[in-house]
């Protein structure tokens, strides 16, 4: 397996950083996770529109699931040799998030372009040789965590979340865990919906999981300072995930049977 990152800003895009999202690619599958403003473009560098294999959005919030729309506009108007259908795998909202942008009579058009298969939890789905399952998590709207199979490696990606059992269980013996964090300090009587960086080491010792990634990071939140509070909780490699000009990706070890 290899994970681009294509953005990793919170709440809204920075020019150089737009926000979450990810290329998950494996033996000729390509899996687009989290469609957060400005990544469209970024996937575009790594990957032709036309060879995506599904799209899969964690929750229906717009910093990662709005380039959909756009998205929409270019397998329905563009020149990118769009398939059939683009397998949408998504909270039972999105479908009708994209809809309200577009218009009440949208929906028919929203079906030629996107095979929308909601989510539900405990759920799962393979392409090709790419397993994905997931579980529903804690946050302020329908939201889920990914696990992906391939070749005896396996990555975790949190969504938005808090701490929850669902995460610690769907984590579990990873090789690479990829957890936002955006809450920078926890306060008193705040429902928690996101993960703090210390908490992120946390759940990546739990679950011992063997490396961990750090995306989506809370307004004001510098990486290092990220790194440095979630390495004191966790004691495999800790990193900032970031975007650049030239294709960043994460090569996730085989396990050894």
Excluded: K, N
Aim: net charge negative.
């Amino acid at each position: 397996m290899r994970l681009t990152t294509l953005g990793v800003s919170s709440h809204y895009p920075l020019p150089g950083a737009p926000c979450v999202g990810m290329l998950l690619e494996h033996d000729g599958t390509a899996v687009w996770i989290d469609a957060g403003p400005g990544t469209l473009a970024e996937l575009q560098r790594h990957a032709p529109l036309a060879g995506l294999s599904a799209a899969w959005i964690s929750h229906g919030h717009a910093d990662h699931a709005a380039d959909l729309l756009p998205a929409f506009y270019a397998y329905r108007y563009g020149d990118v040799g769009a398939p059939a259908r683009l397998p949408v795998l998504a909270p039972g909202d999105v479908r009708g998030r994209l809809a309200g942008f577009l218009g009440p009579a949208s929906g028919p058009e929203l079906d030629r372009v996107f095979a929308f298969d909601p989510l539900s939890d405990g759920g799962g789905r393979a392409f090709g040789g790419l397993s994905l399952r997931w579980s529903a998590v804690r946050h302020d709207a329908p939201a889920f965590a990914l696990r992906a199979e391939a070749a005896g490696a396996s990555l975790v990606y949190t969504g938005d979340s808090a701490p929850c059992a669902a995460l610690d269980e769907l984590a579990r013996g990873c090789d690479l865990l990829v957890s936002e964090a955006g809450t920078d300090v926890r306060q008193p009587g705040d429902a928690p919906v996101h993960f703090t960086p210390e908490e992120a080491g946390e759940l990546a010792a739990r679950a011992g999981a063997r490396r961990l990634l750090l995306t989506h990071l809370a307004l004001g939140l510098r990486p290092d300072d990220a790194v440095r509070r979630a390495a004191s909780r966790f004691d495999g490699p800790v990193e900032a995930a970031v975007v650049s000009g030239e294709p960043m990706s994460v090569d996730l070890p085989t396990v050894e049977s």
